[in-house]
């Protein structure tokens, strides 16, 4: 379980991605992609960045393409804006929570349907 120091780290790191992402980025590879959340190593040196893309599955590899090509650029944004004791290295990955609930939101509906009947 995570301390309450790296609960506010990764939420920081977070922001700080969030906010450079919505200023945009050159990439016309990166679609619309919200940073839902991070996952960074008590080390500081791993930062796993869940991300949610809008759109197919080829958006959705274009845009962790382009985060990966970015990675760099945005280690640099996170250190700049931090004062830690060492800038993560970024990892992206897509979060496949919202696909999940969207499946169980789906099953749910389809069950009460038939229940009404």
Known sequence: MASER???VD???????????AAGLKDPRIGF????????SPDLRQARVYVSVLGDERSRDNTLDGLTSAAGF???????????KRTPTLSF???????????IGA??????SKQAR
């Open 11 to 21: 939420e920081a790191i977070r922001e700080v991605l969030s906010e450079a992402l």
């Open 74 to 84: 945005l280690q640099r944004e996170t250190g700049r804006s931090l004062r830690l």
């Open 33 to 40: 992609v919200t940073v839902t959340s991070v996952d960074t």
């Open 93 to 103: 990955h897509y979060d496949e929570s919202i696909d999940r609930g969207m499946r």
């Open 107 to 112: 099953l749910l509906a389809q069950d009460d």
């Open 6 to 8: 790296m609960r506010r």
